[in-house]
């Protein structure tokens, strides 16, 4: 009797787009205090390749990711709102009063 080569049914090999996803989601979070919402696009991705991990194959690490990638979009979308709610004004009140060069000195 011939014995047919047994072949390797864990998910190892098909949580790839859940463990990029979830690393995406990790780096986009740290970096958001160096890149602010430049790194929106990072959010995204990770979300896509999470979704799709989910809809493939659904494992702990695509939901995590999910969650990780939707938290950041949200932190991202908060520090917009900051920045033209607080910062564009007082930027605009320097260069309204005459720029850099009429700052008070503190």
């Known amino acids: 009797m011939v014995k047919k080569k047994e072949r390797n049914t864990s998910n190892k090999g098909k949580e790839g787009l859940g463990i990029a996803g979830f690393t995406l989601g990790i780096v ?12 929106i696009p ?18 702990k690490l695509g939901k995590a990711g999910l969650i990780i990638n939707i938290v950041g979009l949200i932190i991202d979308i ?17 260069i ?11």
């Open 42 to 59: 990072i959010h995204i991705v990770g979300l896509i390749f999470c979704w799709i991990q989910q809809k493939k194959n659904p494992t």
């Open 28 to 39: 986009g979070l740290l970096l958001i205090i160096f890149l602010g919402p430049l790194n």
């Open 78 to 94: 908060f520090f917009i709102y900051y920045i033209f709610k607080y910062v564009v004004p007082q930027i605009q009140e320097i």
């Open 96 to 106: 309204d009063a005459g720029g850099v060069n009429n700052l008070p000195l503190v």
